[in-house]
Nanobody, 122 residues
Framework: VQLQASGGGLVQTGGSLRLTCAAS????????MAWFRQAPGKEREFVST????????NYGDSVKGRFTISRDNAKNMVYLQMNSLKPEDTAVYYC????????????????WGQGTLVTVSS
């Protein structure tokens, strides 16, 4: 089982990035997916989650209205479109998978990708 996150990079304030997480070795449609992030010197925090069918999404307060999570069950992929980026969005972003139900709690997720670094310059 593997989750491979990609798409991070350096972007200016107000810019956009699209993160991608490719899943393999699991029945993807049975897993809720989520993105978390960890900024330097801070604890990992919830960013967004999406249900197995993609019918319901949730976001952390700091990213609501700017980030959009989506998934393609045919391709075993989950995406995070990040717009209007701010310096405080700088972090390593991790995708995670949880069998069956979505959750805000990182401790509920058993499968994690390696992370992709997003740096937003001011």
């Amino acid at each position: 089982v593997q989750l491979q996150a990609s798409g991070g990079g350096l972007v200016q304030t107000g810019g956009s990035l699209r993160l991608t997480c490719a899943a393999s070795g699991l029945t993807f449609r049975l897993y809720a997916m989520a993105w978390f992030r960890q900024a330097p010197g801070k604890e990992r925090e919830f960013v967004s989650t999406i249900k197995r069918s993609g019918s319901l999404t949730n976001y952390g307060d700091s990213v609501k209205g700017r980030f959009t999570i989506s998934r393609d069950n045919a391709k075993n992929m989950v995406y995070l479109q990040m717009n209007s980026l701010k310096p405080e969005d700088t972090a390593v972003y991790y995708c995670a998978a949880r069998y069956y139900g979505a959750s805000y709690n990182q401790n509920d997720y058993s499968l994690w990708g390696q992370g992709t670094l997003v740096t937003v310059s001011s």
